[in-house]
């Protein structure tokens, strides 16, 4: 079974950086597609960014490319969100997922993931 735990949340002024952390328990080496998204109040959920774990190829929405930075440790047991230059509108609660799927699916952002963390939370101030 696929556990995620997030941490790295908190609150920075707009212009600043953080980094979430997600933490993949269960991973048994198998190529998995780990994925951020994030959901503010009254707002539909966005998919952020996907890591295809072998291989490392990426996707990033149009929202946070070249900003953000999806990566992953060298044991491939935890998936890292870099955020910089955040702005106000990337104010949400971020969670992890992942799930068992192609790179061409992964590539093309993750609809449906079957595992999720609880989420973590980011607020960025003006």
């Known amino acids: 079974q696929v556990q995620l735990v997030e941490s790295g949340g908190g609150s920075v002024q707009a212009g600043g950086s953080l980094r979430l952390s997600c933490r993949v328990y269960g991973y048994r080496g198998s190529t998995m597609c780990v994925a951020w998204f994030r959901q503010a109040p009254g707002k539909e959920r966005e998919g952020v960014a996907t890591i295809y774990t072998t291989g490392a190829s990426t996707y990033y929405s149009d929202s946070v490319k070249g900003r953000f930075t999806i990566s992953q440790d060298n044991a491939k047991t935890t998936v890292y969100l870099q955020m910089n230059s955040l702005k106000p509108e990337d104010t949400a609660k971020y969670s992890c997922?992942?799930?068992?799927?192609?790179?061409?699916?992964?590539?093309?952002?993750?609809?449906?993931?079957?595992?999720w963390g609880q989420g973590t939370q980011v607020t960025v101030s003006a």
């Open positions: 997922a992942a799930d068992f799927v192609t790179r061409a699916r992964c590539e093309a952002g993750l609809s449906r993931p079957s595992y």
